[in-house]
């Protein structure tokens, strides 16, 4: 070996034990809120692109998972993403409306009817409009879809069949117009507030009832504190995976298509998880005593009040009546 090519030899196992004494600048810890507890339905998506992030990355980049709202409200996430103060959140898409208020498109009642129709709009162009204006109006980028199923009512006070039933029953919402709309076609003053203080208020029955999917119902122990199940079906629950803006833009093209990738496959995930789950879920839920029972007359009294009393209101906020119309479109129903 010449003298020359001992150097070359030595100068790169410096610099190889320099890089690896200061690690990889680039390589990245992200920190995610999650606003369910542990084996909720944002939980299982959560779990699954940390998973995929990590291995598309080649071990590079990780994620951790903070769960039931240790990092703030769902709302206050989307500010702190926002901000750049916070990576990343999970977090139902009525918590993201008031920041981005075309999305409310997903909220007005009875417009999403199933999974699938959950999938075809967030996965087409629909959706990738939505997470275009959510980037301009709200400064977060949304990255994945969990699929959480309808959001059944439930209360502790009693079986409620029919509108009526709702009379002194007192409901908590999320700090969102268009669900305090859809009670109020239903009859009743629902209670604004925050997804954190909701396990309490229950419990402390400041509030009678609430309305969440079975996955959530049952991972934050709903059961513990309510009996009465009531299955509406006004609000399909889709909750997205958001990324800080400024955070993605300061990615490398490689990094930000890591994120994009794993995202997606964990939103195909969530789907499967809701198909394959959703059924034993209510089946548990029945054994630890919840009571189900179904509207009356085919939710028919509920649908017609709500579609005519709030999806005029909120045409202008959706961006005109012709997005919704391109969604009932988009699902064969115009
Ligand atoms: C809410 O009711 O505020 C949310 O849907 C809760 C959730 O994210 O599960």
Partial sequence: MTYKSTLMKAACVAVSVMFLAMGDASAKRFKIA???????????????FVEELKRLSGGKHKAKLFLNGALGSEQDTVNDAALGTLDMSILAINN???????????TLPYVILSLDDAVKLT??????????????????????????GF???????????????LKGVVVRVPKNEIMLDTYKSWGINATPMAWSETFTALQQKVVDGQDNPYLTVHSMKF?????????????????PLIVSEELYQGLSKKDQDILIEAGMLA?????????????SIKADL?????????????????????????????????????????????????
């Fill in 34 to 48: 999650v606003g369910d507890a542990g084996g909720s339905a944002q939980h299982e998506l959560g779990k699954k």
């Fill in 96 to 106: 993201i409306t008031p920041f981005s208020p075309t999305v409310g498109v997903f």
């Fill in 123 to 148: 996965q087409g162009p629909i959706g990738q409009e939505l997470v275009k204006n959510t980037i301009r109006d709200a400064k977060v980028r949304i990255i994945g879809w969990t699929y959480t």
């Fill in 151 to 165: 959001r059944v009512l439930t209360n502790s006070k009693k079986p409620i069949k029919t509108v009526a039933d």
């Fill in 223 to 239: 059961y513990e504190v309510q009996k009465y199940v009531t299955n509406i079906r006004y609000i399909f629950s889709i909750e």
């Fill in 267 to 279: 939103t195909k995930h969530s789907a499967n998880y809701l198909r394959e789950s959703e059924a």
């Fill in 286 to 334: 029945i054994k630890r005593g919840m009571e189900i029972s179904d509207p009356a007359d085919g939710e028919k009294e509920f649908i017609d009040l709500a579609t005519k009393a709030v999806w005029p209101k909120f045409y202008e906020s959706i961006g005109g009546k012709d997005k919704l119309d391109n969604v009932l479109k988009t699902l064969g129903r115009m």
